[in-house]
């Protein structure tokens, strides 16, 4: 069982930054891939990015390629999510999510989820 904790969230002007964090449980964080999913009311989770379990490769959303950076430190059992240039479209809840030895781009594959940071952008 591994548990997911998000931080960093907040309300931010457009054109800011913010970097999210995710803590995990569990003394196998190294052999799951960390996605990062974005969700507004009435709408399905969004891919936003995917890190593999070594760091080595990372996915993004079309979106948020060269706004958003996704990294992980396996010593801390922590992934991140720095995001640049904020937009007022980049406003939901932002969750992580684990997957061990696999690196999808859809929600259900994954296995663990965070309860979510909120994450504003004021226009």
């Known amino acids: 069982q591994v548990q997911l904790v998000e931080s960093g969230g907040g309300l931010v002007q457009a054109g800011g930054s913010l970097n999210l964090s995710c803590v995990a449980s569990g003394r196998t964080f190294s052999t799951y891939t960390m996605g990062w999913f974005r969700q507004t009311p009435g709408k399905e989770r969004e891919f936003v990015a995917a890190?593999?379990?070594?760091?080595?490769?990372?996915y993004y959303a079309d979106s948020v390629k060269g706004r958003f950076t996704g990294s992980r430190d396996n010593a801390k059992n922590t992934a991140y999510l720095l995001m640049n240039s904020l937009k007022p479209e980049d406003t939901a809840v932002y969750h992580c999510?684990?997957?061990?030895?696999?690196?999808?781009?859809?929600?259900?594959?994954?296995?663990?989820w965070g309860q979510g940071t909120q994450v504003t952008v004021s226009s």
């Open positions: 999510a684990a997957v061990q030895w696999k690196t999808p781009t859809t929600a259900p594959l994954y296995d663990y």
């Open positions: 890190i593999m379990w070594s760091g080595g490769r990372r």
